[in-house]
């Protein structure tokens, strides 16, 4: 146990669907990260939110939503997905700064399969 | 941008032996992390190392950072099936804790 809680861990949709991914952590950090793994890739940082302010959005597909409601929760609300976008999705947060080193705790991913 | 590279990409060996993973970097780091990931999870933090240490131990692990080469090892000793994985090593010091990870070593160990 991480302290990093991600629901579904597996979820199935149709490329017409909406559905959310959630990440809540327990950890007190203060920056949370969304990552999409596929196969034979290296890990893709999609997202990253520092005190609730998303700071980066590596151009990322609008299909990809994210929100950050507070510092523990991180929501990835997708739409209109496409088959490529079926992947592992993985969240993490870090307590940033304070020279900790960026040390990430991730969650145990969300499989998306894309029909 | 992909900033670690792993070597090798596969590694199989047998339990009780030595194993022993390389990452290359291209840009100049604050600290270099090795991760472990077992199939379909989260990945798990192992060790960190900074860019003024040239190596550290944790238990059975022993990572070494050399920044004139932009390069890194993790030697995993007697190991064990229990340490089947794939290994990632991660650059960082972003100001916001990002990390850029290599594509990963997976390592089987078998009993």
């Known amino acids: 146990e991480t302290g990093v809680t991600q629901t579904p861990r597996h979820l199935v949709m149709g490329m017409t669907n909406k559905k959310s991914l959630k990440c809540e952590q327990h950890?007190?950090?203060?920056?949370m990260y969304w990552y999409k793994q596929s196969a034979k890739k290296p890990l893709e940082l999609m997202f990253v939110?520092?005190?609730?302010?998303?700071?980066e959005n590596n151009s990322v597909p609008s299909r990809f939503s994210p929100e950050c409601p507070n510092s523990s929760h991180l929501f990835l609300h997708l739409h209109t997905l496409q088959p490529e976008d079926s992947a592992l999705y993985l969240c993490?947060?870090?307590?940033?700064?304070f020279g900790r080193g960026d040390i990430q705790y991730f969650g145990a991913g969300t499989r998306l399969s894309v029909l | 941008s992909q900033q670690g590279e792993e070597d090798p990409q596969a590694l199989s060996i047998q339990e009780g032996e030595n194993a022993t993973m390389n990452c290359s970097y291209k840009?100049?780091?604050?600290?270099l992390q090795w991760y472990r990931q077992n199939s379909g999870r989260g990945l798990v933090h192992l060790i960190l190392?900074?860019?003024?240490?040239r190596e550290k131990h944790s238990g059975r692990l022993r990572v070494t950072l050399d920044t004139s080469k932009k390069s890194s090892s993790l030697l995993i000793t007697a190991s064990r099936a229990a340490d089947t994985a794939s290994y990632f090593c991660?650059?960082?010091?972003?100001?916001?804790?990002?990390?850029?990870f290599g594509k990963g070593t997976k390592l089987s160990v078998k009993p």
């Open positions: 993490a947060s870090s307590q940033v700064g």
């Open positions: 950890l007190g950090h203060n920056a």
């Open positions: 939110y520092s005190l609730e302010e998303r700071v």
């Open positions: 840009t100049s780091i604050n600290n």
């Open positions: 190392i900074r860019s003024n240490e």
């Open positions: 991660a650059t960082g010091g972003g100001s916001q804790g990002n990390l850029i």
